[in-house]
């Protein structure tokens, strides 16, 4: 509060100080005219009292460019008529100077915090790129006169450039421009008006030293990668256009894009075509959860007014359904459709010899190398595996090693813990307690799915409760022990061990990319648990991309897919136009019953960014066809920026909530608002619905108060 007092007052202080500028027009006063009249006498104030004169004029110079008040142009010629061109160049340069960096720090002050609540997303972008080249977009504003100054000081202190950046880059980036003026005011006589000192071929230079600093970094740009390449000798033609090694999400998408577009291509897989998503991931969990919720209904057909029962069933054929789900969906990825396609599939293992060749190592330990203009790793990642004392004598699974470890047995193991507390832990934990097993969930974190909205966590931890799960959080695992046949996984709560008795053990703790045995080293191309990458997905070396989980910044299927496009199109064609990877608008999804899906900001983000943000809330235990199919559980909230209906983020919880957070994900895509959804038709009844009626309690909370009372008084007129 007491800041925004301070705000207040500074405001009304440069409102003041800007007014009496106006009132004392000393526009005029800081006018051409009003110098040459005026001359005579500043020349003899000079004469009796240089120092003073000069402090008093470098004070007045910054604060007329502090507070941009127009007549700067005129004082840089005084300066010079009056104190010679070395004094005044130097004069000039640091009272401009100066005045510049208070003219960005009063911006800063008074108006970035505001900015930054109601455009957050937009200047965290513009941010990233002043982290990067900040300094280079502020020399060539300030070498080209044609950017009003004023306008510069204010938008750069809405970033977050340093203070002391900006004010060494601008000294530099004006004093040419200082110069010319300096000089002119030399010959103030002969100057009868501001045009006659520039003249376009002077601005064309200016432009010209502006773009310089471009110009530059090209040059540098061009002789680093020159060095980068120095040591491999680049093959005189190449045996592909492409070579993608990994044949997951990412990898496929890649290789049918370039097939598509006719370049010759080359994909390398050395374990199942589809990567983890096919084989132990996305479409084996679905499968396994569909089972699962059936066997729930069996239990709860009283809902829909039939018996309910205890479902039989041999979790043997319960796994082997997972397994015939994956062969049937198996096709789409293979072998033979890829080469179908116009796509050559190698089995094998790709490792990098040089930025243009791969050595392939198949099965049977015969090798091969192919070149290539271009490369895109697409490794994946693997689950990761905590480092617990006794956890590799006593035995554990992964999401990734227990389809076919449970595939062997006939029941599901009676007491099962879970580490992890994130989506694929509250997936599994929910799926084998409906199939009968005891499941203990373990979260180190103070909640579960931490990435989510909190009233979406509480949700999921009350559904897995409620069906038996026992949900730890704030419980780290330390070790497992074995008593004799009995194994323990022992964790700490409040510095109290706790001792679980398990009969399987599930780690589901995150997934970490797959880096080791590609050759990444050996180019020294660098790691930070994902391949490092730049806006356009290249790694180091320009030739060669990353996308999917090995890339990061998100582990999901379709950012894979989506990540894969941008790797193949500036892999194909960056030579003629680059695209950087658009991640403004991704959406995630949790599979578990009630679905959890979001988009954009959920309040918890919103807040840590600063972001201001109004929320909307639509219960769905009030839409007609959830109560219907006894699903009225959940609810839409929205995310808009303060007043209106643009949205920020949204967060759905109920059945079918993924599918239900498309229409919102096209929204923000596009810029489409809040009202634009409650305007369109949604078919009754279905779910679909819920995203109308939360557009429609949005469109309430914001109706005309004023117009409404108006309305009211015109229709009791009418009733006479």
């Known amino acids: 509060m007491a800041k925004g007092k301070n705000k207040l007052y500074w405001a009304l202080l440069l409102g003041v100080a800007v007014a009496l500028a106006v009132s004392f027009d000393l526009h005029q006063a800081l006018s051409l005219e009003s110098l040459k009249t005026n001359m005579t006498q500043l020349v003899l104030w000079r004469e009796q ?22 007549g700067a142009t005129v004082m840089t010629l005084a300066a010079a008529a009056l104190f010679g061109l070395w004094k005044g160049l130097l004069l000039v340069s640091f009272a401009s100077s100066l005045g510049a960096l208070l003219a960005f720090l009063l911006a800063r002050y008074l108006l970035r915090d505001a900015v930054k609540r109601r455009f957050g997303a937009k200047l965290a972008l513009i941010n990233a790129g002043m982290e990067k080249d900040g300094a280079f977009y502020l020399f060539t504003l300030r070498m080209v006169p044609l950017f009003p100054f004023f306008l510069i000081n204010l938008l750069m202190g809405l970033t977050t450039l340093s203070a002391w950046r900006y004010y060494w880059v601008s000294q530099l980036g004006m004093l040419a421009g200082t110069v010319v003026y300096v000089n002119a005011g030399t010959q103030l006589a002969e100057i009868k008006s501001l045009a006659d000192i520039l003249s376009p071929g002077l601005l064309f230079s200016f432009a010209l030293l502006g773009v310089f600093p471009w110009l530059a970094k090209m040059g540098i740009s061009r002789w680093k990668r020159r060095q980068l390449y120095a040591r491999w000798k680049k093959p005189v033609a ?13 990898g496929l998408v890649s290789a049918y894009i ?10 390398v897989e050395a374990g199942k075509m589809g990567g983890d998503c096919l084989n132990t991931g996305c479409v084996p969990s679905k499968a396994l959860i569909k089972s699962a919720r059936i066997a729930h209904d069996f239990r709860h057909a009283e809902r829909y007014g039939l018996a309910a029962q205890e479902p039989v069933f041999s979790f043997r054929q319960v796994m082997d359904s997972v397994a015939a789900t994956v062969r049937a969906i198996a096709p789409h990825d293979s072998v033979e459709r890829y080469t179908a396609l116009g796509v050559e599939v190698i089995q094998g293992y790709a490792k990098l010899v040089d930025p243009w060749t791969v050595e392939i190592a198949s099965p049977g330990g015969e090798t091969q190398r192919l070149t290539a203009r271009s490369i895109i790793l697409a490794t994946g990642a693997k689950p990761r595996v905590p480092s617990l004392p006794g956890l590799e004598t ?69 559904a897995l409760e409620g069906e038996g799960v026992q949900v730890l959080t704030g419980h780290q695992a330390l070790r497992c022990e074995n008593e004799g046949e009995q194994k323990i996984l022992v964790a700490l709560r409040d510095g109290v061990e706790i001792r679980l008795a398990y009969d399987a053990l599930i780690c589901a703790v995150g997934r970490v990319a797959r880096l080791e045995g590609y050759g990444l080293e050996a180019l020294g191309i660098p790691t930070q648990k994902t391949i490092v990458t730049n806006d356009y997905l290249e790694t180091l070396y320009p030739n060669i991309y990353a996308a999917g989980d090995a890339a990061g910044p998100f582990q999901f299927t379709h950012v894979a897919a989506h990540q894969a496009w941008y790797a193949t199109v500036n892999a194909l064609f960056g030579n003629l136009k680059k695209f950087k990877v658009d991640y403004r608008v991704v959406p995630r999804a949790t599979f578990v019953d009630p679905e959890v899906a979001s988009v954009g900001l959920n309040e918890q983000t919103a807040t840590a960014q600063g972001i201001a943000f109004e929320v909307t809330h639509y219960g769905i235990d009030d839409l007609d066809r959830a109560i219907a199919d006894s699903a009225a559980c959940g609810f839409v909230k929205v995310l808009t920026v303060p007043g209106k209906d643009r949205i920020l983020g949204v967060t759905i919880v109920g059945e079918h909530a993924a599918d239900l957070l498309a229409e919102f994900v096209l929204a923000m895509k596009h810029g489409l608002g809040l009202t634009k959804i409650l305007g369109t038709v949604h078919t009754y009844p279905t779910l679909s619905e819920a995203n109308k009626y939360a557009a429609g309690e949005w469109k309430r909370a914001h109706a005309p108060q004023r117009v409404l009372e108006w309305l009211g008084r015109y229709h009791r007129w009418r009733r006479g």
Do not use: H
Not at 56 to 63: E, G, M
Not at 238 to 250: H, K, M
Not at 258 to 266: E, F, G, N
């Open 49 to 70: 009292s240089p120092v003073l004169l000069f402090t008093v004029f470098f004070v007045i110079y910054t604060l007329v460019t502090a507070l941009s008040i127009p």
């Open 238 to 250: 190449f045996d592909r256009n492409l070579i993608v090694i990994g044949a997951g999400a990412a």
């Open 258 to 267: 370039a097939a598509a577009v006719r370049a010759k291509v080359t994909l």
């Open 394 to 462: 006593a035995g554990y699974l992964t999401s990734d090693t227990l389809w076919s470890a449970f595939s062997q047995l006939d029941a599901i193991p009676q007491r099962i813990a879970i580490l992890g507390g994130g989506p694929i832990g509250c997936e599994l934990a929910q799926s084998l307690a409906r199939l009968g097993a005891k499941v203990t969930q373990l979260e180190k974190g103070p909640r579960l799915m931490s990435r989510e909205d909190e009233e979406a966590s509480e949700l999921v931890r009350a």
